[in-house]
């Protein structure tokens, strides 16, 4: 967990903690040229309570090329709990 994240973290009541980690792990910017994904709690980021996608144009670290990226929240994947 970087600074910033201990530090935003500090701020939010501890029972929305691990809900805000696991909504930041679901948001992924992912490179358009090569399709590699990361995410934003990853990078160093929060992304909790967002809604809405962007685009922005850096450099992959997978393919080199520097190009966008989009940033979109992933579907929860499949378990017994949301069947």
């Not at 996608?53 to 190009?67: D, E, F, H, Y």
């Given at each position: 967990?970087?600074?910033?994240?201990?530090?935003?973290?500090?701020f939010?009541?501890?029972?929305?903690?691990?809900?805000?980690?696991?909504?930041?792990?679901?948001?992924?910017?992912?490179?358009?040229?090569?399709?590699?994904?990361?995410?934003?709690?990853?990078?160093?980021?929060?992304?909790?309570?967002?809604?809405?996608?962007?685009?922005?144009?850096?450099?992959?670290?997978?393919?080199?090329?520097?190009?966008?990226?989009?940033?979109?929240?992933?579907?929860?994947?499949?378990?017994?709990?949301?069947?």
């Amino acid at each position: 967990m970087t600074i910033l994240q201990r530090f935003i973290l500090a701020f939010i009541p501890a029972r929305h903690r691990a809900e805000a980690e696991a909504e930041t792990r679901a948001w992924h910017y992912t490179c358009e040229a090569c399709g590699h994904a990361r995410s934003v709690w990853d990078l160093g980021g929060i992304r909790w309570k967002a809604s809405g996608n962007s685009v922005t144009r850096t450099r992959c670290p997978a393919c080199g090329t520097i190009g966008f990226h989009t940033l979109k929240k992933q579907p929860a994947p499949l378990t017994d709990k949301n069947l």
